[in-house]
């Protein structure tokens, strides 16, 4: 049976951090949705249609990797799209308490969808779309941790 992955987040915004995820997970499973979290969209700097569209313009050359949103619990999207898997970036060793507590609770809450963990590239580690808003607000260039469309549409949101 084809194994779905649904890689879950607020992609505010995407970072070379998730595509790199996004790259090695699309070649492992047979289908890779990008889930967009719908309700942090009031502290979040881009709507979900402006984080939705960035990440269909960075993934468009994997033909399994497809954009969607969710609202509510992951575990009932998940199932309801008839998933197996759900996919989180592990980067470094602070996010693997959180990441644990949220694995189990959602095994708990579904027990036949699985979460497993992908590392970035090393290069990668301290990325975070927190750090890039927080660099290109203060004029710094974020160039190499976003692709270009999503680094002008930061500097024309926060300039
Ligand atoms: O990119 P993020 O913000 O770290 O992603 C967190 C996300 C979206 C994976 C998490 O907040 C989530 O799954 N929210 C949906 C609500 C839910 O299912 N909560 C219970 C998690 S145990």
């Known amino acids: 049976m084809a194994v779905l992955a649904i890689y879950p987040g607020s992609f505010d915004p995407v970072t070379y951090g998730h595509l790199d995820i996004i790259e090695r997970a699309q070649q492992i499973f047979d289908q890779l949705t990008v889930a967009v979290l719908v309700n942090v969209e009031k502290n979040a700097l881009f709507s979900l249609e402006e984080r939705m569209e960035m990440l269909r313009e960075s993934t468009r ?3 399994h990797v ?12 998940a199932l309801r799209r008839n998933a197996r898997v759900i996919l989180r970036g592990i980067r470094a060793v602070s996010d693997y308490e959180y990441e644990f507590q949220m694995a189990l609770m959602n095994r708990r809450l579904q027990p036949r969808i699985e979460t497993v963990f992908m590392m ?7 990325l975070s779309s927190r ?27 926060l300039s």
């Open 66 to 77: 497809t954009i969607d949103s969710f609202h509510g619990l992951l575990v009932e999207y």
């Open 120 to 126: 970035p590239a090393e290069a990668y580690s301290f």
């Open 131 to 157: 750090l890039v808003k927080e660099v290109c607000g203060l004029g710094g260039d974020v160039s190499e941790f976003v692709p270009p469309q999503v680094a002008e549409r930061l500097k024309r949101k």
């Open 61 to 63: 050359q994997w033909s």
